[in-house]
Nanobody, 125 residues
């Protein structure tokens, strides 16, 4: 069993930066692909970024490519999402998730097995 906890959210002005962290319990976390998703009020949960178990592969939504960077430190059981040049449309609750089964379908929420509770990111204009 893996438990995930996000932190680092907050209120920031447009153009600013935040770094989200996803800390995990469980020794097997380092073997899992991890993704970040976000959900704005009244909208479906959408894929933001994902990283393979060893960090060799990263994946991004087109809307964040070039602005967000995902990374991980397996020694600390933590995955990060560095968010730069934030826009008001980035406002959402951000969730991290871990894929235990290794399906390779990284952009679909239902393919992930473990989820954190989410952290709010609000970008003011």
């Amino acid at each position: 069993q893996v438990q995930l906890g996000e932190s680092g959210g907050g209120l920031v002005q447009a153009g600013g930066s935040l770094r989200l962290s996803c800390a995990a319990s469980g020794r097997t976390f380092s073997a899992y692909l991890v993704g970040w998703f976000r959900q704005a009020p009244g909208k479906e949960r959408e894929f933001v970024a994902a990283i393979s178990w060893n960090g060799a592969r990263t994946y991004y939504a087109d809307s964040v490519k070039g602005r967000f960077t995902i990374s991980r430190d397996n020694a600390k059981n933590t995955v990060y999402l560095q968010m730069n040049s934030l826009k008001p449309e980035d406002t959402a609750v951000y969730y991290c998730a871990a894929d235990r089964r290794g399906t390779g379908v990284v952009r679909t929420p239902s393919e992930y097995d473990y989820w954190g509770q989410g952290t709010q990111v609000t970008v003011s204009s």
